[in-house]
């Protein structure tokens, strides 16, 4: 399909000289749950300030563009009102950062003000709500900020980047490009805000700020969901079988929403010394991530010499599935299931990658597989999580998931057998990794799910 730039014509920040409200945010972004170098002492500079205009001239609109020293640009949206009796003690304005002379700044996504600037700025289909009604900030988030419009005339959610990446953001151009071509399970955007600024070399940079998409109401998130199950001892099986073809189907809408470069397809003819040359890249690529990860965790390095030999039943692989787009961090958080209709139905979310991945690693093509390999760990989670008493719940589970998406391929899903473990162990030992620095007392569950893979390998 045709591309679509919808980061054209950004709205521009210019340079502020340092003020009160700086001095405020470097104090107030630090303790944020979405600051993404925490227990670092970052020092934060303000590369630009773009302002919003209000539509009812209520309050000064602002987003500060704030860049750390590793380069990453924050967004900091911020509302100034004039201070008023609900501006103190305990019942306060929701999100106040601070008080300041004569007013007091509120984090932008509390504030209406915001949200009515934001849309007045945004670029659209022709789709996006004309009324709000009330807004509300979705709690817990960690790397972004949602805000709820249940009460707009198309109800919808808004999502604001709190680190903004260079160029089109994924989960801008996914979800659009998957609507645009027809498929359901992805909910649409509404509007999209470019913002643009120019770094210190004086060159221009452009990245979306935020989203506005539809909102899928009755919804529940997909862990909350599998850890209830879980917990109360009742099958997920019928739920995992649909997962299973739901994430089929967004693997093909991919392949025809956004094909690979340069083949016109993902799935072009490739020969034999290509296909080759493809298996051996990708078994190159998983034993150098098990190398990385076994010179982090001491638990990896003892079972390094078992992982190497599980990788060695791909040698004999005759290829891999060609590459593709990818969700790329696709796990039971990252779906809905809607109570509407028959049964409802899934919906995909989030398809701005690994957190932690750059804009090319965001945007790579990569194998398919990988998705459900995720989604199989993201099992193994909720039956941890959700205490799942039987062993059965999650053996049925994730065999459900994998014949949900064979069923949808119509058993031409390449790799299974033997891709498929190879790709979740890569993954369990990346959860490994991460839980060893982050959550030392969630690491039992990726070790007994290597555990059980290098077991299945022998």
């Given at each position: 399909?045709?591309?679509?730039?919808?980061?054209?014509?950004?709205?521009?920040?210019?340079?502020?000289?340092?003020?009160?409200?700086?001095?405020?945010?470097?104090?107030?972004?630090?303790?944020?749950?979405?600051?993404?170098?925490?227990?670092?002492?970052?020092?934060?500079?303000?590369?630009?300030?773009?302002?919003?205009?209000?539509?009812?001239?209520?309050?000064?609109?602002?987003?500060?563009?704030?860049?750390?020293?590793?380069?990453?640009?924050?967004?900091?949206?911020?509302?100034?009102?004039?201070?008023?009796?609900?501006?103190?003690?305990?019942?306060?304005?929701?999100?106040?950062?601070?008080?300041?002379?004569?007013?007091?700044?509120?984090?932008?996504?509390?504030?209406?003000?915001?949200?009515?600037?934001?849309?007045?700025?945004?670029?659209?289909?022709?789709?996006?709500?004309?009324?709000?009604?009330?807004t509300k900030v979705v709690e817990?988030?960690?790397?972004?900020?949602?805000?709820?419009?249940?009460?707009?005339?198309?109800?919808?959610?808004?999502?604001?980047?709190?680190?903004?990446?260079?160029?089109?953001?994924?989960?801008?151009?996914?979800?659009?490009?998957?609507?645009?071509?027809?498929?359901?399970?992805?909910?649409?955007?509404?509007?999209?805000?470019?913002?643009?600024?120019e770094r210190g070399d004086g060159?221009?940079?452009?990245?979306?700020?935020?989203?506005?998409?539809?909102?899928?109401?009755?919804?529940?998130?997909?862990?909350?969901?599998?850890?209830?199950?879980?917990?109360?001892?009742?099958?997920?099986?019928?739920?995992?079988?649909?997962?299973?073809?739901?994430?089929?189907?967004?693997?093909?809408?991919?392949?025809?929403?956004?094909?690979?470069?340069?083949?016109?397809?993902?799935?072009?003819?490739?020969?034999?010394?290509?296909?080759?040359?493809?298996?051996?890249?990708?078994?190159?690529?998983?034993?150098?991530?098990?190398?990385?990860?076994?010179?982090?965790?001491?638990?990896?390095?003892?079972?390094?010499?078992?992982?190497?030999?599980?990788?060695?039943?791909?040698?004999?692989?005759?290829?891999?599935?060609?590459?593709?787009?990818?969700?790329?961090?696709?796990?039971?958080?990252?779906?809905?299931?809607?109570?509407?209709?028959?049964?409802?139905?899934?919906?995909?979310?989030?398809?701005?990658?690994?957190?932690?991945?750059?804009?090319?690693?965001?945007?790579?093509?990569?194998?398919?597989?990988?998705?459900?390999?995720?989604?199989?760990?993201?099992?193994?989670?909720?039956?941890?999580?959700?205490?799942?008493?039987?062993?059965?719940?999650?053996?049925?589970a994730r065999d459900r998931l994998?014949?949900?998406?064979?069923?949808?391929?119509?058993?031409?899903?390449?790799?299974?057998?033997?891709?498929?473990?190879?790709?979740?162990?890569?993954?369990?030992?990346?959860?490994?990794?991460?839980?060893?620095?982050?959550?030392?007392?969630?690491?039992?569950?990726?070790?007994?799910?290597?555990?059980?893979?290098?077991?299945?390998?022998?």
């Amino acid at each position: 399909m045709a591309e679509v730039d919808t980061t054209a014509g950004p709205v521009l920040g210019t340079r502020v000289p340092d003020d009160a409200e700086l001095d405020t945010l470097r104090s107030w972004v630090p303790s944020q749950r979405w600051f993404p170098e925490k227990g670092t002492d970052a020092a934060l500079d303000r590369v630009a300030v773009v302002d919003l205009p209000d539509p009812l001239d209520e309050a000064a609109v602002r987003v500060h563009l704030l860049a750390l020293p590793s380069g990453a640009v924050l967004q900091v949206p911020t509302v100034r009102r004039a201070a008023t009796g609900e501006d103190a003690g305990p019942a306060a304005r929701p999100g106040v950062i601070a008080p300041l002379p004569g007013g007091v700044l509120v984090d932008g996504p509390h504030d209406p003000a915001f949200v009515r600037a934001w849309l007045a700025a945004a670029h659209d289909d022709g789709a996006a709500p004309t009324r709000t009604g009330v807004t509300k900030v979705v709690e817990g988030e960690q790397s972004n900020t949602s805000v709820l419009l249940p009460g707009a005339d198309r109800p919808a959610i808004l999502k604001v980047f709190r680190v903004v990446t260079l160029g089109p953001n994924p989960d801008v151009e996914v979800p659009l490009a998957l609507a645009r071509a027809g498929w359901a399970g992805v909910p649409r955007p509404l509007a999209w805000l470019p913002g643009g600024w120019e770094r210190g070399d004086g060159s221009a940079a452009v990245g979306h700020l935020g989203v506005l998409s539809e909102l899928v109401q009755g919804a529940r998130d997909g862990f909350e969901l599998a850890c209830d199950h879980a917990r109360a001892g009742t099958s997920f099986g019928d739920l995992a079988e649909d997962l299973g073809r739901t994430t089929a189907q967004m693997h093909r809408a991919l392949r025809t929403a956004i094909p690979v470069a340069g083949t016109g397809h993902a799935h072009a003819p490739r020969n034999e010394t290509e296909r080759h040359t493809e298996v051996r890249r990708v078994v190159r690529t998983l034993r150098e991530r098990a190398e990385a990860a076994a010179a982090r965790v001491p638990e990896v390095a003892a079972r390094a010499e078992a992982v190497h030999a599980a990788y060695d039943r791909l040698e004999a692989l005759a290829s891999v599935p060609p590459l593709q787009r990818v969700h790329g961090d696709y796990h039971l958080g990252q779906v809905l299931r809607s109570t509407d209709g028959d049964g409802g139905r899934w919906y995909v979310l989030d398809f701005e990658g690994e957190p932690q991945a750059s804009a090319d690693e965001k945007t790579r093509p990569d194998l398919a597989l990988r998705d459900l390999a995720g989604m199989l760990r993201s099992l193994d989670y909720a039956a941890a999580v959700g205490e799942a008493r039987d062993p059965a719940w999650l053996g049925d589970a994730r065999d459900r998931l994998i014949a949900g998406y064979e069923h949808e391929t119509g058993g031409a899903a390449v790799g299974l057998e033997v891709l498929l473990p190879a790709l979740e162990l890569d993954k369990a030992l990346y959860e490994v990794v991460y839980e060893s620095g982050n959550r030392p007392d969630w690491l039992p569950i990726p070790l007994a799910g290597v555990d059980r893979l290098l077991g299945h390998a022998r």
